[in-house]
């Protein structure tokens, strides 16, 4: 149980990374033109 709860919280934190990455990359692409 700890194992799955811990690769569940491993795998939504890079989610999220991947996700917070390409929102803030798509920002400021669209920001310099």
């Not at 569940?8 to 033109?33: R, W």
């Amino acid at each position: 149980m700890t194992v799955i709860a811990f690769t569940a919280t491993a795998i939504a934190g890079v989610a999220v990374g991947l996700l917070g990455g390409f929102v803030f990359y798509a920002y400021a692409a669209s920001n310099s033109q």
